[in-house]
C-alpha cells in the first residue's frame, strides 16, 4: 500500500512539474515573438515621421489623457470596494492605493504581479485568497463584458472590416446578455448561492460592479480619443473602439512587462485597418501607452511605500476571542483551519 501510495503521490506531482517546465518556455517565446515583430515593424517605419508626429502632439490634451487613465482606476477602486463590501470592511481610501499600487504592480513586474500583490493586501482585511482570486476573475470577465459591449456597434460602423472579424464580432456581441441573465439567476437562487459557497450579498455585489467597471472601460476609451485628438487623427468612436479592441487583443497574454511592445503592435495594427499611416499610428501607441503608464506607476510607487512597507500597522492584529469565531467570508475556514493546526502541534 504505502509503495502503491507513493506512485500515486508522484504521478500526481508530474502535472504541476510539466506546468512549471512549459511555463518558462512559453513565456520567452511569446517575447522572442514581440521583439521579432518589433523589430520587423520598427525596419519599416520612418524615424523622422514618427518624431514629427510626436512634436505637433497637443500637450494639453495629452494631459486630459492622463486624468483620464486615473478616472480609470477610480473606476476599478469601486468595482473592488463593491465586490469587497459583503465580506470585509475596507475604507474607499484603502481600497483606491490599493488598487493603484496593484495597477502599478502589473505595469513594472512581469506576469501581471498585481493580481497577485491584491491577494496579500485584501488578506490583511480578512478576505480570504480564494476569494480575492475569485474577484479577481470575475474582474476579467466583467472587463471582456465591457470590451465587447464597447465594440458591438463595429460592425456597422466599419462594413470594411475582414469577414471573419466582423462575423467574431456579431456573435460575440451576444455573449454579455448570456452572462447577465447567468448573474441575476445566481442572485435570485439561494440554492445556487448556497452550492458555490458564496458569501451573502456577493451575488448582488457582482451585478452592481458591472457598472463602475463599464464606466472604466469608457475612461480609457476616452483616453484613447484624446491622444488621437492630440495628434490630429479625429478620434471618432469607432477608431477608438477599434484601438481597444487590438490592443486588448494585443495584451491578453501578458508575454513583457507592462505590455512593452504588446500594445504598441496591437495599437498599431488596429490604426493601419483604420488607415492611419504607421508613423503617426506608432507616436499614437507610443504616447497613449505613456500616458496610460506614467502616473498610475508614479502615484503607486508613491502609495506602494505604505501598503507594501508596512503591514503591522494597516491592520491591528485581532483579540483571541475575535480569531476563534469564524468569519462571513467561507474563504476564511483554510485560516481557521491552519491555525487550529498549528495551535495543537504547539501544544
Not at 1 to 16: F, I, K, V, Y
Not at 236 to 243: R, Y
Not at 316 to 322: H, I, Q, V
Amino acid at each position: 500500500m504505502a509503495r502503491a501510495e507513493g506512485r500515486s503521490s508522484e504521478h500526481d506531482d508530474l502535472p504541476s512539474t510539466r506546468g512549471r517546465t512549459w511555463r518558462p518556455i512559453v513565456r520567452w517565446l511569446g517575447v522572442a515573438l514581440v521583439i521579432g515583430c518589433v523589430v520587423w515593424t520598427a525596419r519599416r517605419v520612418d524615424g523622422a515621421g514618427v518624431a514629427r508626429a510626436l512634436a505637433s502632439a497637443n500637450l494639453a490634451l495629452l494631459a486630459l489623457a492622463s486624468v483620464a487613465s486615473l478616472a480609470m482606476q477610480v473606476g476599478k477602486t469601486l468595482f473592488w470596494g463593491t465586490m469587497v463590501a459583503p465580506v470585509a470592511r475596507v475604507p474607499w481610501p484603502r481600497v483606491f492605493r490599493y488598487t493603484i499600487v496593484a495597477a502599478a504592480a502589473s505595469a513594472i513586474a512581469p506576469a501581471r504581479a498585481g493580481d497577485f500583490a491584491r491577494l496579500w493586501m485584501f488578506k490583511r482585511h480578512g478576505v480570504s485568497m480564494r476569494t480575492t482570486g475569485a474577484i479577481v476573475g470575475w474582474e476579467k470577465v466583467s472587463d471582456f463584458l465591457a470590451l465587447l459591449l464597447i465594440v458591438a456597434p463595429l460592425p456597422w460602423l466599419l462594413p470594411s472590416l475582414p469577414k471573419p472579424a466582423l462575423s467574431a464580432l456579431r456573435a460575440l456581441s451576444l455573449a454579455p446578455l448570456f452572462v447577465i441573465v447567468a448573474a441575476v439567476a445566481v442572485h435570485r437562487s439561494a440554492r445556487v448561492r448556497a452550492w458555490m459557497k458564496m458569501p451573502e450579498g456577493m451575488a448582488g455585489a457582482m451585478l452592481l460592479a458591472l457598472v463602475p467597471n463599464a464606466l472604466a472601460w469608457l475612461a480609457d476609451l476616452g483616453a484613447i480619443a484624446l491622444v488621437s485628438r492630440s495628434l490630429g487623427l479625429g478620434g471618432s468612436f469607432a477608431t477608438c473602439a477599434l484601438v481597444l479592441l487590438g490592443v486588448n487583443v494585443a495584451i491578453l497574454v501578458p508575454a513583457t512587462p507592462a505590455n512593452a511592445g504588446t500594445l504598441e503592435l496591437g495599437a498599431i495594427v488596429a490604426l493601419g485597418v483604420a488607415g492611419v499611416s504607421t508613423e503617426r499610428a506608432t507616436a499614437f501607441a507610443l504616447l497613449y501607452h505613456v500616458m496610460q503608464l506614467a502616473p498610475v506607476v508614479a502615484i503607486g510607487l508613491a502609495l506602494g511605500r505604505g501598503v507594501l512597507g508596512r503591514p503591522r500597522s494597516i491592520a491591528p492584529a485581532a483579540s483571541p476571542a475575535k480569531e476563534s469565531v469564524p468569519r462571513r467570508d467561507p474563504g476564511g475556514d483554510v485560516d481557521l483551519v491552519l491555525r487550529g493546526a498549528r495551535t495543537s502541534n504547539a501544544g
